[in-house]
């Protein structure tokens, strides 16, 4: 039997993503950035579903060219239900469920958050994947949370942010250094160029496992403007170093939860997930874990950490084999639990 072809699409927020998975290998994995956000220094709903209109047609079509495969070749289309906003996903819900109906092929229904978790399934994402159970950093602008994976559709979300996640706490600490948007891949980059341990930031005291960045944001808020009333050159003085020291804050306030899980539930498989999985000091921080803690350590390739299509289209593939169908009146919602 031959393996199965299936289209994933993915809609959440301001990436337009498709790809096309044939077993659990990716043949493309296309996606079209909004750069319009960036003036705005955040994502602007309604601009983003604009653009999804715009790009989803081109970005579906170099998906099949990029696979060298026709449209009845594929057996499904999965696509992101949730969570995310709402009219990006409206953009590619409708979609999906259009070229389903003209192609007479199954629709699945795809949870974003389950997704970046399960990208690591796909084949070219690890030399082996991981083990049940495991733990996974799942980490991102929207999201900061550690789930315990039990099995692929058997999750349970152990501790969480009370209220920024840690995504969001990179991009409003990089506004306060008149950083652009997205301000994490920038703060890592100055990083490498300054010391980690020259300013200390608050960390928050959270019980179990649960995490809060509020306050950090609100510490460097008020360092910052005690010491620019001093000096008005002080952030552009010391940028390398604030991104740094902020940076190390973070990962720290990441880790510390995630080895307190470890311990506690005794288990050494363990993941990282998300946008933010991207961060070089946070991978580092894994690769310190896995000589210290005896971890064995998952950590996606650099395409499958940002919102993309070809984590959709594993889950899909994993659902086509259970036969988890969706009803073509299906909707999209904005809230969809793990």
Not at 152 to 163: A, P, R, V
Not at 298 to 326: C, H, Q, S, W
Request: hydrophobic share 40%; glycine share 6%; net charge negative.
């Amino acid at each position: 039997m031959s393996a199965s072809i299936i289209l994933g699409i993915e809609s959440s927020c301001d990436d337009t993503s498709a790809a096309i998975i044939s077993g659990s290998k990716i043949l493309s994995n296309i996606a079209a950035n909004q750069a319009i956000h960036n003036e705005y220094g955040g994502v602007v709903p309604e601009l983003a579903s604009r653009a999804h209109q715009q790009n989803i047609i081109p970005v579906v079509e170099k998906a099949f060219s990029k696979a060298n495969i026709q449209q009845n070749d594929i057996c499904a289309i999965g696509f992101t239900r949730g969570p995310g906003l709402l009219g990006s996903l409206l953009v590619g819900t409708s979609f999906a469920k259009s070229l389903a109906m003209s192609l007479d092929v199954p629709l699945i229904e795809v949870n974003h958050l389950q997704a970046h978790i399960l990208a690591h399934f796909i084949d070219d994402a690890n030399p082996t994947p991981p083990t049940f159970p495991f733990l996974c950093l799942t980490v991102s602008g929207g999201h900061t949370m550690i789930v315990l994976v039990k099995d692929y559709f058997d999750m349970e979300i152990i501790g969480k942010t009370i209220d920024d996640a840690a995504g969001e706490a990179f991009d409003k600490i990089g506004k306060i250094f008149d950083l652009d948007y997205p301000a994490g891949p920038i703060i890592d980059k100055l990083a490498k160029e300054g010391n980690p341990d020259a300013f200390q930031f608050n960390k928050p005291r959270m019980e179990n496992y649960d995490y809060s960045f509020s306050g950090i944001k609100t510490s460097v808020l008020y360092f910052i403007q005690k010491e620019v009333r001093k000096n008005p050159d002080f952030i552009k003085e010391n940028l390398n170093n604030l991104c740094a020291s902020v940076q190390r804050s973070i990962i720290e306030i990441l880790m510390n939860k995630l080895e307190k899980a470890s311990v506690d539930l005794n288990i050494k498989e363990v993941a990282i997930a998300g946008g933010v999985s991207a961060n070089s000091v946070l991978r580092k921080a894994m690769e310190i874990n896995q000589e210290k803690l005896g971890w064995n350590i998952f950590i996606p390739k650099f395409e499958y950490t940002t919102d993309n299509a070809a984590m959709i289209a594993i889950v899909a593939k994993l659902k086509y084999e259970r036969g988890e169908f969706t009803d073509i009146r299906t909707t999209a919602t904005a809230k969809y639990d793990l």
